[in-house]
Nanobody
Framework: VQLQASGGGWVQPGGSLRLTCTAS????????MGWYRQAPGKERELVAD???????NYADSVKGRFTISRDNAENTVYLQMNSLKPEDTAVYYC???????????????WGQGTLVTVSS
């Protein structure tokens, strides 16, 4: 299983970025996809996730500014980030929860991070 994340970069406060993460490999179904972030000196935290039934969950700090969505046909999750603040600066990681037929079971997988820098 592989996750390819992209879309990070530098943006001024108030600006927008869109992160994309595409899953590939051998899995029978996707249970959830999500975005986490880790700022320097801080623990990794959930930003937003979305289940196979399109239920979404957001960190309080991003509600109303960020939107997570999925393209099931492309096994892709998006994170639209608007009204960005300097405190949103972090490495953003994609996470996948999936079921596998071999080995049998439910698993989670992390993608590589993509850096988001919000500064003037």
């Amino acid at each position: 299983v592989q996750l390819q994340a992209s879309g990070g970069g530098w943006v001024q406060p108030g600006g927008s970025l869109r992160l994309t993460c595409t899953a590939s490999g051998s899995f029978s179904s996707i249970n959830f996809m999500g975005w986490y972030r880790q700022a320097p000196g801080k623990e990794r935290e959930l930003v937003a996730d979305i289940t196979s039934g399109d239920s979404t969950n957001y960190a309080d700090s991003v509600k109303g500014r960020f939107t997570i969505s999925r393209d099931n046909a492309e096994n892709t999750v998006y994170l639209q980030m608007n009204s960005l603040k300097p405190e949103d600066t972090a490495v953003y990681y994609c996470k996948l929860g999936y079921d596998s037929r071999w080995p049998v079971g439910s698993f989670e997988h992390w993608g590589q991070g993509t850096l988001v820098t919000v500064s003037s």
